[in-house]
């Protein structure tokens, strides 16, 4: 049914010439595939601790996205989560946690990463929740883009979040009703 749906959005809200479709990952089997895949996306970085940590496991919801039969990039959300002041993850389920968008190299910059964020925030509604958030490198120009370009707003800078290299992490929300 998503699937279909993704697909529709695509067509319709960007004329893309290729076909997207969004298709849930089964964390049970696909950990390891989710992990790899991570690698080619962030080949210095991931968010695959939050795949091994613990806390996270009955929260954790991942999705692969398919350009034709072609497994091109995944979406990662963390159902129910907020950070608070100090960054430390807080259990608010109003919120659906982005935390991670990616998409291998070859398929960047074609108009999928809009399509994939009209998605989020169409799902993030279907879903009930009232805000959407994520973080990304302040250094990130296409993603912080993207998301202004969606209504997002930047909510809070996080010095020194990132790793390889080191870097603030700036978090963005989006207020959905
Ligand atoms: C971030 C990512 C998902 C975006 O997807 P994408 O398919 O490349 O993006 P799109 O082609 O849909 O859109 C790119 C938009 O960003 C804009 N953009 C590109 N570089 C930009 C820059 N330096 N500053 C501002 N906007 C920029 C483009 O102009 C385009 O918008 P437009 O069509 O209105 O002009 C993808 O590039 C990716 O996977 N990158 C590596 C992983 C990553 O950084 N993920 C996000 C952190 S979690």
């Known amino acids: 049914m998503l699937l279909e749906r993704g697909k529709e959005r695509a067509r319709r809200l960007w004329g893309l010439s290729v076909e997207v479709g ?3 990952a089964d964390l049970e089997t696909e950990r390891d595939d989710l992990i ?6 962030f080949p210095d970085e991931s968010w695959i601790d939050c795949l091994e940590q613990e806390w996270f496991q009955d929260i954790l919801e991942a999705w692969w996205v398919f350009v034709g039969d072609v497994r091109a990039g995944c979406v990662v959300f963390v159902r129910g989560i907020n950070v608070n002041k ?6 608010n389920k109003r919120y ?7 998409l291998l190299p ?10 994939l964020k009209a998605w989020q925030i169409a799902y993030a509604r279907e879903e009930g929740f ?4 994520t973080q990304c490198r302040v250094s990130n120009a296409r993603m912080i883009g993207i998301n202004k370009r969606f209504g997002f707003q930047e909510r809070r800078i996080y010095p020194g979040s990132y790793q390889n ?13």
Do not use: H, N, Y
């Not at 790899?36 to 996306?41: A, G, H, L, M, S």
């Not at 659906?96 to 990616?102: F, H, V």
């Not at 009232?130 to 958030?133: A, E, F, I, R």
């Open 22 to 24: 969004i298709v849930k």
């Open 36 to 41: 790899d895949f991570d690698k080619q996306i």
């Open 86 to 91: 100090a960054g430390f993850s807080i259990r």
């Open 96 to 102: 659906l946690w982005i935390a991670s968008t990616g």
């Open 106 to 115: 070859e398929f960047r910059g074609r108009g999928i990463g809009k399509t």
């Open 130 to 133: 009232q805000k959407l958030v």
């Open 165 to 177: 290299p080191e870097e603030d992490g700036v978090v963005m929300e989006l207020k959905l009703r």
